[in-house]
């Protein structure tokens, strides 16, 4: 970038910066400044002055390049509550007209009482510096309000440099006071002061000043200042409170009446008596010059200097953002990922942070407030941060249709800091890699419900029956075509007491049965499934910029489509899995997670956010209601041990291999939330161990720790609002699409089953062979003579004994009567009497 700090051409040497200045105030002396700024050269030469010097002088600049002044940016809750300020410069950028009179006459009376009569120097105090700087090596101060601006430009400049070194060397440059090279940066800023005072009035110079200039070790303006010292806005200051504030500026850490938080009291009250003794000497100036009277005077100066403070502690970064309101660092911490991560915020990440510390931005949140502190501490009552066992546990809500996320919780205390004690952390258990640093976490049976909205969509029903009495099969038994045939076994159990029989699907989801499931994905296309997880946000939550073992990013992409990745095996976040089950209940609307809805600049000009890019219908609504209907039944199954909060919820459990991460994911149509439980730095079993004062020696699972610490807030968070209900889930969805069932009468075994499979239904034999007409072996009864599609079939074999004829009954029941059974009808699963039973 330009930098102002640059002289062109050859630069000035100290020997000639001080026979420039000694010529500079002779030639002021004589014929004013402005005569001086211009003939100063042919003065020069005329007196001796090597030509060189007169040079050198045209070389000197005399405009002043001027950037936007840092400004603090402020993060806020979604009603204005402060969380968080982040800035390079504490700083708010405010009009003459909104700073109090009698501050602007403070900084006049001890900075520069001749500010209104000269034209940017004072030639006399510049001589009385330059003798006292050269020939005692003693800096003295002489420069005009107009000079001290131009030399904080200069220091502001040097920040906006490259690299450290080089903004460290401009800043020496910049405020270079002993020997010759103080004279030769004296000398520059007298010249553009000049040049200044012809294009900018008083006035304008004055409010310059006052927003640019130090005001304590990290306060800049006198906005800022006013704010930071005295909690009021600086058109509001007395003169008391303008004397301290305008005394700072000359030396902001030695004058600072506050100082650094840990210091001793000794040293507080020392620094109180020197900010008085400041702050008294510039009300005698302001007596001097008839801004305050005579008893004002007195009664400041018999006024200690902390009584009139009420200091506003900066709330710097997002470890003060929990003190506002409860366990909030780190969605604060998040948004700022937000940020820098968006394109929305600039091209480039370093384009983005300088927004964020520079920009004067305010930044409007999604996060309420209420639900928060609820999160905060119900996550922490479920498992406390001091917990000896070290299980981490964490929450997060999202609000369906809206993608808005309003709390984001976990037991640990958010610190920035390189060095943190062992429950601090910066790592967010609730995000992915790029958001927080965690790489997220196996979902377990939280993942089940992207099967079931596969298993839906490709036609299958809730009521439809599946064969979950395999625990074991061959990987080239599954399609998946995106990545190829796969092979080798896959071995699996049930857990929680799943039965590995046969059973309806919407059994399958409530008791969270593995076999099932895995019964289901066998007849689906596993690509199809994960893609389907994908287009929910549910990915893996890694670094996107690392692979695994068969070269797969570990972020950012679909879960791998494997038999296993159906139990969840896979990683994702608890802010993924929530956004998505917000779609279920949104009725098919999904959203990305957004956590900003506004940001503003200091001059009131709202910027672009991040969208939550809202796709109404990115499932059917016909599906939809159906996955609500279906996770509505967890209460009744592993769920039933969780208190049902008092209106219509919907949820599932996540328990992974060994017990070493628990969920639940929720949801109702107001909220959608996920807990996760578990230790964050390994994948290491809770089974055994001693959480919360009680011992696991089964489990734990997602129904002991998460799915409590879920009803505990749900129930507080949504006790006051009406809550509706899900839209009823349509018949097709429940029961199928009802078919005609072939009839398979006297035909054999093996011609029935492929006729029944071929049709589109399963089919099982009854063990017992019954008394029939029919051949031994051929078909004597089927269960159904309609069905849904995929429904089981149970066909009765003939022992080929004819049945004894009724007294009374006209015929057998021989070939060509009737079938055996009744049809079965949506209250028995469209199975008939010869059907299993329901598990």
């Not at 998505?580 to 997670?593: E, L, R, S, V």
């Not at 066909?795 to 057998?812: F, M």
Request: charged fraction near 20%; aromatic fraction near 8%; hydrophobic fraction near 35%.
């Amino acid at each position: 970038m330009p930098n102002p700090a640059r002289s062109r051409g050859r630069k000035v040497n100290a020997s000639q910066a001080l026979a420039l200045l000694l010529s500079f105030l002779l030639v002021a002396g004589i014929g004013g400044l402005l005569t001086a700024g211009l003939v100063l050269p042919g003065v020069a030469v005329a007196n001796g002055v090597t030509n060189a010097s007169a040079t050198a002088f045209d070389e000197v600049p005399s405009g002043l390049e001027r950037r936007t002044l840092p400004q603090k940016s402020e993060i806020l809750a979604a009603d204005g509550t402060l969380l968080a300020t982040f800035y390079h410069q504490n700083r708010v950028v405010v009009p003459l007209a909104e700073i109090a009179p009698i501050m602007q006459k403070a900084v006049v009376a001890v900075e520069d009482r001749r500010f209104y009569e000269h034209a940017g120097v004072d030639p006399q105090g510049m001589l009385r510096a330059a003798v006292a700087t050269v020939v005692n090596d003693d800096p003295q101060g002489a420069s005009t309000l107009t000079q001290q601006y131009v030399k904080n430009v200069f220091v502001d400049a040097a920040q906006g440099a490259d690299t450290e070194e080089e903004r460290a060397r401009l800043t020496r440059e910049a405020q270079e006071s002993k020997g010759l090279p103080g004279i030769a940066r004296k000398l520059r800023e007298a010249k553009i002061a000049i040049t200044l005072e012809k294009s900018m009035s008083k006035d304008e110079i004055l409010e310059n000043y006052l927003n640019i200039a130090a005001f304590g070790a990290s306060v800049y303006g006198v906005e800022s200042a006013a704010q930071y010292y005295f909690g009021i806005p600086a058109s509001q200051l007395n003169y008391l409170q303008a004397a301290t504030i305008a005394g700072i500026t000359q030396s902001p850490s030695k004058w600072d009446p506050v100082g650094p938080a840990e210091q001793s009291d000794e040293a507080r009250l020392a620094r109180y008596e020197n900010s008085k003794t400041r702050r008294d000497r510039v009300l005698r100036d302001m007596n001097r010059d008839g801004y305050i009277t005579d008893e004002e005077l007195a009664a400041g100066v018999a006024t200690p200097v902390q009584d009139t403070l009420n200091v506003h502690p900066l709330r710097l970064g997002c470890m003060t953002a929990g003190d506002a309101v409860p366990g909030s660092g780190f969605f604060c911490d998040y948004v700022t990922k937000v940020i820098a991560n968006d394109p929305a915020f600039g091209e480039s990440a370093s384009e983005r942070t300088n927004k964020l510390y520079q920009g004067g931005l305010t930044i409007t949140t999604t996060l309420v407030p209420g639900e928060q502190a609820i999160a905060d501490a119900e996550v922490k009552n479920g498992v406390p941060v001091d917990d000896p066992s070290g299980v981490g546990s964490a929450i997060v809500a999202v609000e369906p249709g809206t993608g808005k996320i309003t709390a984001m919780a976990q037991n640990r205390t958010y610190s920035a800091r390189q060095e943190q004690t062992e429950r601090e952390t910066s790592v967010n258990y609730n995000t992915s890699y790029q958001y927080g640093g965690s790489a997220g976490f196996p979902p377990g049976s939280t993942f089940k419900p992207f099967t079931l909205l596969e298993w839906l969509k490709q036609g299958h029903a809730l009521q439809e029956t599946v064969n979950g009495t395999r625990l074991s099969y061959n990987q080239n038994e599954f399609t998946a075509p995106c990545v190829g045939r796969q092979s080798g076994p896959f071995n699996f159990g049930n857990s929680e007491n799943g039965r590995a029989i046969n059973q309806t699907v919407i059994d399958a989801t409530k008791n969270s049965v593995n076999s099932a499931y895995v019964a289901m994905a066998q007849q689906l296309d596993l690509c199809n499934i994960m893609q389907g997880a994908a287009d929910l946000g549910v990915t893996k939550a890694g670094d996107p910029n690392k692979v695994d073992a068969q070269g797969n990013p570990l972020g950012g992409v679909p879960f791998n489509p494997y038999p296993a990745v159906v139990l969840g095996t896979d990683s994702t976040s608890p802010l993924q899995m929530a956004a998505a089950y917000a779609t279920f209940a949104a009725n098919g609307t999904y959203c990305k997670p957004i956590a900003i809805t506004s940001v503003t600049t200091a001059a009131g000009e709202e910027l672009p956010v991040p969208s939550a890019d809202c796709r109404a219908e990115a499932i059917a609504p016909k599906y939809a209601s159906a996955m609500n209907f279906a996770l509505s039944n967890v209460w009744t199954g592993t769920g039933k041990d969780i208190a049902k909060p008092p209106f219509p919820a919907a949820g599932k459990t996540g328990t992974t291999s060994k017990n070493e991460y628990n969920w639940f994911v929720g949801y109702t149509p107001l909220r959608a939330t996920a807990v996760w439980v578990g230790f964050p730095g390994a994948m290491h079993s809770m089974g055994g161990e001693v959480i919360n004062g009680k011992r696991y020696t089964r489990g734990p699972y997602g129904s002991s720790i998460a799915g409590p610490t879920w009803s505990r807030f749900m129930t507080q968070a949504l006790a006051n609002v009406d809550n509706p209900g899900f839209s009823d889930a349509g018949d097709r969805e429940v029961f199928g699409e009802r078919l005609s069932v072939p009839s398979v009468v006297g035909r054999s075994e093996s011609d029935a089953r492929g006729a029944l499979e071929r049709a589109g239904f399963r089919v099982s034999v009854a063990g017992e062979q019954v008394q029939s007409p029919y051949p031994a072996g051929t078909v004597a009864q089927q269960s159904a003579s309609t069905a849904t599609r995929g429904a089981s079939i149970t066909l009765t074999l003939s022992n080929g004994q004819p049945p004894a004829p009724e007294p009374g009954t006209p015929g057998d029941g021989g070939p060509g009567g009737g079938q055996g059974g009744r049809p079965g009808g949506p209250g028995n699963n469209g199975q008939g009497n010869g059907g299993n039973p329901n598990p």
